[in-house]
């Protein structure tokens, strides 16, 4: 009878010991509600383990996970209490149709609040056929998508795999973004919003991925063209003053990005 409670007791420990294991790895940058959302997410068998750091930033932190199927993820976890994060954001979730009327009660409802936009956001891009991460789930503060790399380690972003690249190569990632973003705005009907080397990743095949959609604003935000506009021009700007190659004036790519919105009218 001992030996029978005994292997109870151990059973009912193991989870204990695993959650105790997950609070001391994030306990450091996370408070408790945010350890309590990654063990909700591990108990809804979202995920399994959690793992080290992939990236890290003012706003969030990127961790490898590890699914039931034994497959790699991606968890984003925002920061509930960065100042500087809530002055940030507001202009991106005010006037976005897709949020009105959401009460803003205080920072951890906003970082909330935001973590379903880029939820969202990455879904809608990603039936729409955006190259960007495939989303799984979110809870509270927590994200949860593809992760984009092999054996764990994630691949490079486009500033810092660029100068490796040949001058033909330069111009084929350049077009492929251009691409991306007529999808994101024709397909997706959205606007990245904060387009840059940092949030391009390059994939095997010289291909790429467009990651961190929190931003991204529907087409009838007030802001979305003042977001396109930057959009390219950082875009632009990087190709110019990094790489030398030559790039299409910004007349040239919004003619282009908008022209699907000009057929339509025409049908």
């Not at 793992?51 to 990127?62: D, H, L, P, W």
Request: proline letters at 3%; a neutral charge.
């Amino acid at each position: 009878m001992s030996d029978d409670i005994d292997k109870l007791l151990r059973k009912k420990e193991e989870p204990r010991r695993k959650d105790k294991d997950l609070f001391e790895t994030v306990e450091e940058v996370f408070d408790t509600a945010t350890v309590m959302t990654i063990i909700e997410l591990i108990r809804k068998k979202i995920i399994k383990k959690l793992n080290g750091v992939v990236s890290t930033g003012k706003e969030a932190r990127v961790y490898l996970g590890i699914g039931y199927n034994g497959e790699y993820l991606a968890v984003k976890i925002y920061l509930t209490s960065t100042a500087e994060f809530k002055k940030g954001i507001y202009k991106y979730i005010m006037g976005d149709p897709r949020f009105r009327g959401v009460k803003i009660k205080d920072t951890r409802t906003l970082v909330y609040v935001w973590t379903r936009k880029e939820y969202r956001n990455l879904k809608r891009l990603y039936e729409a056929g955006v190259k960007v991460p495939r989303p799984v789930a979110f809870l509270n503060n927590v994200l949860v998508m593809e992760f984009l790399g092999e054996n764990g380690n994630r691949y490079p972003l486009l500033i810092e795999a660029y100068k490796e690249l040949e001058v033909e190569e330069l111009k084929h990632v350049y077009h492929l973004i251009l691409d991306e973003v007529v999808k994101i705005y024709c397909k997706a009907r959205l606007v990245h919003g904060d387009l840059s080397e940092y949030n391009i990743v390059v994939t095997p095949g010289l291909d790429i991925a467009i990651i961190d959609v929190s931003q991204a604003v529907d087409l009838s935000h007030p802001n979305s063209e003042e977001f396109l506009i930057r959009d390219i021009e950082n875009i632009n700007r990087f190709f110019r003053e990094e790489t030398g190659i030559s790039t299409y004036s910004l007349e040239e790519i919004l003619e282009a990005v908008k022209e699907c919105r000009t057929m339509k009218k025409e049908d």
